[in-house]
C-alpha cells in the first residue's frame, strides 16, 4: 500500500502561472517532507523540505505547504518558467529513520 | 564540489548473470543510500548505511541483493542471478545528515 500518493500523474501550466503539485500521505509518524525535480536521465535534486513541525517553508519561487491533520503537502510554484518543467517526486521520512519514501511524481509542462 | 558518481551508467545483461554497481558519495557524507526506480514508478528504497553502523537492509527485494560500503566511502551494490524484473535504474544518494540526500545519475540496468 501506497504511503505517499502523487494523485496527479502530469500538470500543464502556463508560464507566468502558479504551479500547484499535490501530494498526500497515510503514515503518521513522518516527520519530514521533501520535494525532489528530476529531468530525463538525471538523479532527482532536492528543492524543498519541511519539517513536521512547521506548516510552511519558502525558498524564493517555491513554497512548501503542510496541513497535518488532512495529511497533505503541496508545492506551489511562482511565477512557473518553462525551465521548471521536469518530474517532481514528493518524499517523506518515518521518525527515527533514514531512508526516503517517495510518491510515483508528478511531470510538469510549463508552456511559454 | 564533485557530486554522487555511479557506474557504469548503462549496463545491460543476460537474464542469470550477476552485476554489480558502483556508487562513490560525496565526500565526507556518513550516510549512503540505494533506490532503485522502475518504469512509471516512484524510487523505492533499497538498502541504507549510516557511518559505522549496521546497514538497513530492510527494502532488499531479495536474497539475491546485497551491498556494501567500504571504507565508509565506496558502495557496491550486488544483484546475483539476475531475473527480468531487475530491470530498473538503480540510484546512489548520500548525505551529511538524515535530511536531504543528493542522488547521482543512476545506472539504467536492462536484463534481457
Not at chain 2, 55 to 75: C, I, M, N, Q, Y
Not at chain 2, 92 to 98: H, I
Amino acid at each position: 500500500d501506497q504511503q505517499v500518493k502523487q494523485n496527479s500523474p502530469s500538470l500543464s501550466v502556463q508560464e507566468g502561472r502558479i504551479s500547484i503539485l499535490n501530494c498526500d500521505y497515510t503514515n503518521s509518524m513522518f516527520d519530514y517532507f521533501l520535494w525532489y525535480k528530476k529531468y530525463p536521465a538525471e538523479g532527482p535534486t532536492f528543492l524543498i523540505s519541511i519539517s513536521s513541525i512547521k506548516d510552511k517553508n519558502e525558498d524564493g519561487r517555491f513554497t512548501v505547504f503542510l496541513n497535518k491533520s488532512a495529511k497533505h503537502l503541496s508545492l506551489h510554484i511562482v511565477p512557473s518558467q518553462p525551465g521548471d518543467s521536469a518530474v517532481y517526486f514528493c518524499a517523506a521520512r518515518g521518525y527515527g529513520q533514514g531512508n526516503l519514501i517517495f510518491g510515483k511524481g508528478t511531470k510538469l509542462s510549463v508552456k511559454p | 564540489g564533485a557530486g554522487v558518481s555511479q557506474s557504469p551508467s548503462n549496463k545491460v545483461t543476460e537474464k542469470g548473470k550477476d552485476v554489480e554497481l558502483r556508487c562513490d558519495p560525496i565526500s565526507g557524507h556518513t550516510a549512503l543510500y540505494w533506490y532503485r526506480q522502475s518504469l512509471g514508478q516512484g524510487l523505492e528504497f533499497l538498502i541504507y548505511f549510516q557511518g559505522n553502523s549496521a546497514p538497513d537492509k530492510s527494502g532488499l527485494p531479495s536474497d539475491r541483493f546485497s551491498a556494501e560500503r567500504t571504507g565508509g566511502s565506496v558502495s557496491t551494490l550486488t544483484i546475483q542471478r539476475t531475473q527480468q524484473e531487475d530491470s530498473a535504474v538503480y540510484l546512489c544518494a548520500s548525505s551529511l545528515n538524515r535530511d536531504e540526500q543528493y542522488f547521482g545519475p543512476g545506472t539504467r540496468l536492462t536484463v534481457t
